[in-house]
C-alpha cells in the first residue's frame, strides 16, 4: 500500500444488509396484544426537510418525523445515521439495535453482529448503531416499542 493509500485510508464504518425488496409499514397491532418492551405513544410518521431536527419522546426514537431518505441497513461502526433518518426505517418495519460502548463488552457486541448476520436471512431489515446517550448496554427499537438490556 502507498503512502496516498494509507493518509486516505478510512475505516469501514457500515456493513451493508441488502435488502431486495421495498418495506411497508406495519400493520395495527392487534387489541389486547402484549408486544415485548416498553410502547410509546406514536408521534406520527410526518416526512420533513433534510437538516431539520425533532424532538422524540424516548431515547433512542421508536416513531416520529422523519428524513424521507431512510438510513441504509447493516451494522454501523462508527458515525452512525441521525435519528431522523433511522426513524424512517423503523417505519418500514425495520429494527434497531443500538448499543453503547462503555456498557457492551466487545465480545458480546460481537455476538449480537453475528446474531444480526444470522437474523438478515429472515429479516435484512436490521440496523446496528453505536448510541452513547443510551443508559443501558443494548436498547431495541421497533416502531412504538422500545427494549432496554444492561447485558445479554
Sequence with gaps: MGILAII?????????????TQGNPLPPVPVGAIL????FPNLGQKHIPEG???IYNSNPPTSGSHYQVPAAWGIYSSKPPVDE?????LEHGGIIISYNSDLLKSEDLE????QARELRAINPRLIIVPR???????ALTA???????SRL
Design 8 to 20: 486516505n485510508y478510512k475505516p469501514q464504518t457500515l456493513e451493508r444488509f441488502e435488502v431486495t
Design 36 to 39: 415485548p418492551g416498553k410502547p
Design 52 to 54: 431539520e431536527r425533532v
Design 85 to 89: 433518518r433511522l426513524v424512517h426505517n
Design 111 to 114: 455476538k449480537v453482529k453475528a
Design 132 to 138: 452513547a446517550s443510551i443508559d443501558t448496554a443494548i
Design 143 to 149: 416502531w412504538g416499542y422500545l427494549q432496554k438490556a
